[in-house]
């Protein structure tokens, strides 16, 4: 008997491009969203593309309220939710980088309604998906919301940000590679359902900014293009597996413990690449493919060492010999690596 099912929840409008932000009210009618929007954003965007929206919103009639986060926390979530019932509010606008588009994404999960996601840094696959976490004690609580409404990613202004955001979310794209041979082992391994759709999508991604890595540079638009169209196809990736799979693997597990043992050392992105060329190696071992990840993240400027995170020899080994604690997710950590081996992949890759 066929008892299978899907819900793929995929973004309704994705805009992308030079001058974008002035679609947003567009974007807005399109999406048929009534009412009254909060805008949640943080002090840097605010300047940039925050208060243009607000204006712009304001000028069309829909009187924005508009909210400033400081910091990635649940006291800012918890802020969100108070000026949105304030301000009596029926959706809300994410502008900024992960911190102010992961507040308002959990927040408008919490209180049940739309959100438009308005990155001004393509520096995680974040900014499309329905994944949002917050750093919760020593540990970062992560949430499944759904997707957003709509994305409006400005070519311009993401252009204009730090060059090491960029380079944190090529690294993102990068570690699809890894990711996606974890969950096709954990399917082997562990009777994991793998989408065969998903799974080469988010390949083919990570394979198209590797081809394009010479043609992103900081400052160019085109550049911006090329990498928020990657993070939107990670995004659909995930929203047709309906997890985070496609693009989360041993590289993210390893990650994630690294923000605990040395917290805010680096950016999201730049640690997930450096576990990727690790679990690369696990998986290849020493003749096989780590080195095209490596070469691939040198390309783009992302880091390759520990040093260039700026984190010890010691934060790795722990990362790498406890990251399989961390959630319940097959990868090729299995039940753990000992601390022999974690030295020695760190050795032979060139990490430590
Ligand atoms: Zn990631």
């Not at 048929?32 to 712009?56: C, D, F, M, Y």
């Not at 990570?206 to 992103?216: F, K, Q, Y």
């Amino acid at each position: 008997m066929f008892d299978k099912s899907t819900w793929i929840r995929l973004p309704r409008n994705v805009v992308v491009g030079h001058d974008a932000l002035e679609d947003v009210g567009a974007v807005v009618a399109d999406t048929h969203l009534t009412g009254r929007p909060l805008v949640v954003t943080s002090p840097t965007p605010k300047r940039v593309a925050a208060t243009p929206i607000a204006e712009q919103l304001q000028s069309e009639g829909l009187d924005p309220a508009m909210t400033v986060v400081e910091e990635a926390s649940f006291e800012a979530v918890e802020q969100v939710l108070a000026e949105a019932r304030r301000a009596d509010v029926s959706y809300l606008i994410g502008v900024g980088g992960g911190k102010a588009i992961d507040i308002a994404k959990m927040a408008a999960d919490e209180l049940g309604v739309g959100f438009i996601s308005v990155p001004t840094a393509a520096s995680h696959d974040g900014i499309v998906s329905g994944r949002g976490s917050v750093p919760e004690g020593d540990s970062r609580h992560s949430v499944a919301a759904d997707p957003p409404i709509a994305v409006i990613a400005d070519t311009g202004i993401i252009a204009d940000a730090p060059w090491e955001l960029t380079t944190a979310g090529c690294a993102d794209i990068i570690s699809n590679y890894t990711a996606v041979k974890d969950w096709q082992l954990a399917s082997r391994l562990q009777n994991v359902e793998y989408s065969e759709y998903a799974g080469a999508l988010s390949q083919m991604t990570a394979e198209m900014l590797v081809d394009n890595a010479d043609s992103i540079k900081p400052g160019l638009e085109e550049s911006a293009w090329v990498v928020v169209k990657a993070l939107v196809s990670s995004g659909v990736a995930m929203s047709i597996a309906g997890s985070s799979r496609p693009a989360s693997g041993a590289e993210h597990l390893f990650s994630h413990q690294l923000d605990r043992i040395a917290p805010g050392a680096a950016l999201h992105g730049h640690q997930v690449g450096v576990g990727a060329i690790m679990t690369e190696y696990l998986h290849s071992g020493e003749s096989g493919t780590w080195r095209s990840v490596k070469d691939a993240l040198e390309s783009i400027d992302a880091p390759t060492t520990a040093d260039e995170l700026g984190v010890d020899e010691a934060a790795v080994v722990e990362a790498l010999t406890s990251a399989h604690e961390i959630r319940d997710r097959y990868t090729i950590l299995g039940g753990g690596i000992s601390e022999e081996a974690a030295v020695r992949v760190a050795h032979e890759t060139g990490v430590i």
